[in-house]
Antibody, heavy 120, light 110 residues
Framework: QVQLQESGPGLVKPSETLSLTCTVSDGSVSSGGFYWSWIRQPPGKGLEWIGNIFYSGSSNYNPSLKSRVSISVDTSKNQFSLKVRSVTAADTAVYYC????????????WGQGTLVTVSS | QSVLTQPPSASGTPGQGVTISCSGSSSNIGSNYVYWYQQLPGTAPKLLIYRNNQRPSGVPERFSGSKSGTSASLAISGLRSEDEADYYCAARDDSLSGVVFGGGTKLTVL
């Protein structure tokens, strides 16, 4: 069963760039024709889709975040990554990565999530 | 403000049934499949229902999904204490070319 694990700094300063990596194990980011996704959840709030990427590098983003977000894939390391630029306190959230089946909202499995706090 | 609308809370006693609604529009639920996710306290969301009414392997038959027009529902029968969780609906939105979620429903088993 494929497993996903998020990693990256737990604390980022305002105006800086948040960078996270999702490592895929027991599976390959470049096989099966899957997309790979990032989703976030502010403390005590609901889920927000950030964006998807295909192993070829084709990506799409939530329009509300598109100007500050980029997602990339490294097939040699079996990883995909997220960058969020010019962060503010509103970007404080648990960030999840997930595999995407079929249409974009079929997300399974999910990583365990990693909390990123934006604070000086 | 979430694109899909769910009641913020629901409750029931053990053994009872409960239904959670999810309302959207023609660009999301009306033209795409609906998915449901269960988030137990302190854990990552887990796929509960896919393609409107299909259960992944391991999900009890007590959980069922349905869709009609621009609305969907998650029904849970024979409530158990371990069902206490947050439940989210999701669908692709054609106008956004992405995923939209409901705001989540916190289910309490009294």
């Amino acid at each position: 069963q494929v497993q996903l694990q998020e990693s990256g700094p737990g604390l980022v300063k305002p105006s800086e760039t948040l960078s996270l990596t999702c490592t895929v194990s027991d599976g390959s980011v470049s096989s099966g024709g899957f997309y790979w996704s990032w989703i976030r959840q502010p403390p005590g709030k609901g889920l927000e889709w950030i964006g998807n990427i295909f192993y070829s590098g084709s990506s799409n983003y939530n329009p509300s975040l598109k100007s500050r977000v980029s997602i990339s894939v490294d097939t040699s390391k079996n990883q995909f990554s997220l960058k969020v630029r010019s962060v503010t306190a509103a970007d404080t959230a648990v960030y999840y990565c997930a595999r995407v089946y079929g249409d974009y909202s079929w997300l399974d499995p999910w990583g365990q999530g990693t909390l990123v706090t934006v604070s000086s | 403000q979430s694109v899909l609308t769910q009641p913020p809370s629901a409750s029931g006693t053990p053994g009872q049934g409960v239904t959670i609604s999810c309302s959207g529009s023609s660009s999301n639920i009306g033209s795409n499949y609906v998915y449901w996710y269960q988030q137990l306290p302190g854990t990552a969301p887990k796929l509960l229902i896919y393609r409107n009414n299909q259960r992944p392997s391991g999900v009890p038959e007590r959980f069922s999904g349905s869709k009609s027009g621009t609305s969907a529902s998650l029904a849970i029968s024979g409530l158990r204490s371990e069902d206490e969780a947050d439940y989210y609906c999701a669908a692709r939105d054609d106008s956004l070319s992405g995923v939209v979620f409901g705001g989540g429903t916190k289910l309490t088993v009294l």
